[in-house]
């Protein structure tokens, strides 16, 4: 008998089928409707601003230590590691050894935002940050200098010391580091 009905086109199973198909339609009908009355939700840039997290990767800034030194040593890992090559400088030393940028560069025009020079930077210097509205029709608008670049504070991690960690030169003194002890005298351990 089953196979009769399944010849003719009537199975049981065509009937859930349809009703199936008609229960979907109606559900997403009724949604379409609810929406119709629901409160809209859109936010309108510029009147409002969304506050963006603290990893967002907008413009690039340059960051001091908490003596308020600079942080970059001109050590060209960021440089080297962006993929458009926007980034450029000149190492210089001060007396005491200290490396610095004698000048630094980013040209925004061909930054690609991807966070690669924040990732190798060893000092912290080089972060991103969340602003992203510095638009402008002028290409050279968008090559920053060190003085563009360079803030006030530390950035997201405003009480990291590059220096205090690894001292200033290859001989600088044992024991004046941050959690670095006093070199021990191998005499006084003598029996
Ligand atoms: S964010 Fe990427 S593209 Fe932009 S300067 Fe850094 S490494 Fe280069
Ligand atoms: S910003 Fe960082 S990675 Fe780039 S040169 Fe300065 S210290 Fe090196």
């Not at 089953?2 to 859930?16: A, E, H, N, R, T």
């Not at 340059?62 to 040593?73: F, Q």
Request: aromatic content about 10%; some cysteine; glycine content about 8%.
């Amino acid at each position: 008998m089953d196979g009769v009905l399944i010849m003719q086109g009537k199975s049981p199973s065509s009937g859930w089928q349809l009703f199936g198909a008609i229960k979907g339609l109606a559900s997403s009908y009724w949604i379409t409707l609810l929406h119709l009355f629901r409160k809209p939700i859109t936010e309108q840039y510029p009147e409002f601003k969304r506050t963006l997290p603290a990893r967002t990767r907008g413009k690039i800034i340059l960051t001091r230590s908490p003596d308020g030194k600079e942080r970059c040593v001109a050590c060209y890992l960021c440089s080297g590691v962006c993929p458009v090559s926007c980034i450029s400088m000149a190492a210089a030393e001060s007396e005491d050894g200290r490396r610095y940028a004698s000048w630094f560069r980013i040209n925004f025009a061909r930054c690609i935002f991807c966070g690669l020079c924040e990732e190798a930077c060893p000092t912290l210097a080089l972060q991103l940050t969340p602003e992203f509205e510095f638009c402008g029709t002028d290409i050279l608008h968008f090559v920053y200098e060190k003085e563009d670049l360079l803030v006030a504070h530390g950035g997201k991690n405003s009480d990291y010391d590059f220096y205090k960690h690894c001292g200033i030169g290859a001989n600088s003194e044992k024991g004046r580091r941050d959690n670095e002890k006093e070199p021990v005298n191998i005499r006084s351990n003598m029996p």
